[in-house]
């Protein structure tokens, strides 16, 4: 069974950094396009970043370049995004999404929709 588990939320004051965790099982990451969303309370799901199958592609929104980097651990089957230079705007529950790609080494960030498998999502406040 495909599962994906978000992990490393929490609060944490404007400035400061987090890095969350997408652990995988029932696949492996090899094969499979791994994003990153956001919802803040009354605002729609946004992609944030995304990484390859083989982590050579990485896409980020206008909001998080230059302050969040996108990484995978193959071995650990395990996403990690770093976001540092937290601001309160970032607030939001945070999501992992997969689609199998087997043919083609890329990631969508724009489309909700392009995702097949989604986790529960993890909390991160900013606020001080």
């Known amino acids: 069974q495909l599962q994906l588990v978000e992990s490393g939320g929490g609060l944490v004051q404007p400035g400061g950094s987090l890095r969350l965790s997408c652990g995988v099982s029932?696949?492996?990451?090899?094969?499979?396009?791994i994003g990153w969303f956001r919802q803040a309370p009354g605002k729609e799901r946004e992609g944030v970043s995304c990484i390859s199958k083989s982590g050579g592609i990485v896409n980020y929104a206008d909001s998080a370049k230059g302050r969040f980097t996108i990484s995978r651990d193959a071995a650990k089957n395990t996403v990690y995004p770093q976001m540092n230079s937290l601001e309160p705007e970032d607030t939001a529950v945070y999501y992992c999404a997969a689609r199998l790609t087997p043919v083609q080494d890329l990631c969508i960030l724009a489309s909700r929709s392009w995702y097949t498998y989604w986790g529960q999502g993890t909390q991160v406040t900013v606020s001080s």
């Open positions: 029932g696949f492996t990451l090899n094969y499979y396009g």
